[in-house]
């Protein structure tokens, strides 16, 4: 089979990392990608939010499997344009992506099929979020509806949070993303990732993770797009698994269905879990990113077997075979991220590197240079292991992470800390 990955980052290192691994692939392009990716599959310049060009290189290079990675060519419809043209696609259509691409989308659906969620209100104009943020009161959360690259909320823990939130918004800090809103009920409780694969009626949960969002040690700092991540996340029991999918993730599947835009891809359900009971935080429509590269770690070549069966709508009779093992990857960072950093530098000791299947660098945002590796991004690479326990994760992502030469980069020391 000739497959075409859509994505540049870590997350589509860790998909085409696993596919390879698949007998089933013959092929593989990751387009745009980035230095570590063409390592292990070939790259192709194509401009991923352009449905049609997408479309004419899939034609061109006789691909058989379009995997979409990111949110943005999937809100553009780059699925549906894929889909229509009768490419086999995972990836939901830009109808069902409205679940990451609209946050009142989503609290509309979970209102529809009664899923547990934080109370909210929706709003097109500053004046009357003011007035319902200084009738409720602070703690609050104030969100951009839009897709706003993981920036669009703002956690309002004081009164002057909040309303500053809503000007900063409604001023236009995010665009045609901030031209609603949705205030929401502030959550308490421990977050966690819970990944599903859908085929548009049936349900197959593939994994789940936690992150790290802050960027300092003991979770302090600024908010970042996630510094590190373990998979499996004890904190999601089967138990609170079972009520999630039972409350929250089947009845969605459902609602999608029945009003004709079903969800075909991977449904990433952020939980807030508190006294043995899930809400919903929010909904993305593809992989997290760092989760991806744990959960791949740990599937293998299984995941496009998993994929296919999702694209091709036979995930009844599809099922995950787990190793029992654990895994962590630890993102190492431009220093200054997520704050001003420079790209260029040099990253050394990555070819001496002993690379298996237990243990692999990823490239978040890397460029090739006169034949050296560069930092070309604020996450650079995520470093990722596994183990039988996570302590063996960690004691393993930890000695590669020693072992790379690069001065102008960092990470956190404690991923895990709150499973180990
Ligand atoms: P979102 O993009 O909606 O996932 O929000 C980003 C992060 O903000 C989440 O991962 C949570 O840590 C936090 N967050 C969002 N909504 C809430 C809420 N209602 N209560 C508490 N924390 C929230
Ligand atoms: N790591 C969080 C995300 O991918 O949204």
């Known amino acids: 089979m000739n497959i075409l ?25 990751v387009a745009p990608g980035n230095a570590g990716i063409a390592q292990v599959a070939e790259l192709a310049d194509i401009d991923m939010l352009d449905g049609a060009a ?19 060519p999937l809100a553009a419809g780059v699925a549906d344009a894929a889909r229509d043209a009768g490419i086999l696609t995972f990836g939901p259509s830009a109808a069902a992506a409205k679940l990451e691409a609209s946050k009142g989308f989503t609290k509309e ?27 409720m009161g ?28 809503i000007d900063e918004i409604f001023g236009g800090a995010f665009g045609e993303a901030g031209a609603e809103v949705v205030i929401e009920e502030f959550m308490e409780g421990e977050e966690a990732s819970f990944f599903i694969l859908s085929d548009g009626e049936n349900a197959l949960p593939i994994g789940t993770a936690q992150d790290h969002k802050r960027v300092g040690d003991g979770d302090t700092g600024p908010n970042t797009g996630g510094m590190g991540a373990y998979s499996p996340a004890p904190v999601l029991t089967d138990a ?8 929250i993730v089947l009845p969605t599947i459902r609602e999608m ?27 993305n429509c593809r992989f997290g990113d760092p989760e991806c590269q744990v959960l791949m770690l740990r599937l293998g070549a299984q995941a496009l077997d998993l994929m296919l069966a999702c694209a091709e709508g036979r995930l009844d009779s599809a099922k995950v075979n787990w190793a029992d093992d654990h895994a962590m990857t630890v993102v190492m960072a431009a220093k200054g991220y997520p704050g001003n950093y420079s790209k260029g530098s040099v990253i050394g000791g990555l070819e001496g590197l002993a690379e298996d299947s237990w243990q692999t660098v990823f490239h978040a945002g890397t460029k090739e240079k006169d034949g050296k590796i560069t930092a070309n991004g604020g996450r650079v690479l ?24 690069w ?14």
Not at 139 to 165: H, N, Q, S, Y
Not at 240 to 247: N, V
Not at 407 to 420: E, Q, V
Request: aromatic share 6%; net charge negative.
């Open 257 to 283: 269905a029945r009003r004709g835009t079903p969800y075909q891809g991977v449904l990433y359900a952020g939980l807030m879990i508190k006294d043995g009971h899930a809400r919903l935080v929010e909904y």
């Open 382 to 405: 995520n470093v990722t292991a596994r183990g039988n326990t996570l302590r063996e994760a960690h004691a393993k992502a930890y000695a590669l992470v020693d072992a790379i030469d």
């Open 240 to 247: 609170i698994q079972k009520q999630a999918m039972d409350e």
């Open 109 to 135: 659906i979970c209102d529809a099929c009664n899923a547990p969620t934080a109370g909210y209100a929706r709003f097109d104009n500053a004046a009357d979020a003011r007035a319902y943020v200084e009738k």
């Open 54 to 72: 997408v479309v004419e290189f899939c034609g061109e290079n006789a691909i058989d499997f379009l995997i979409v990675g990111p949110e943005a």
């Open 138 to 165: 602070a703690p609050i959360v104030i969100k951009a509806d839009g897709l706003a690259a993981g920036k669009g909320v703002i956690m309002g823990m004081t009164m002057e949070e909040a309303l500053a939130g």
């Open 5 to 29: 990955i859509l994505g540049s980052g870590g997350r589509e290192h860790a998909l085409a990392w696993a596919v390879k691994q698949n007998p089933k692939c013959d092929r593989l392009i």
């Open 407 to 420: 001065p102008d980069g960092f990470c956190r020391r404690d991923i895990g800390w709150r499973a180990l």
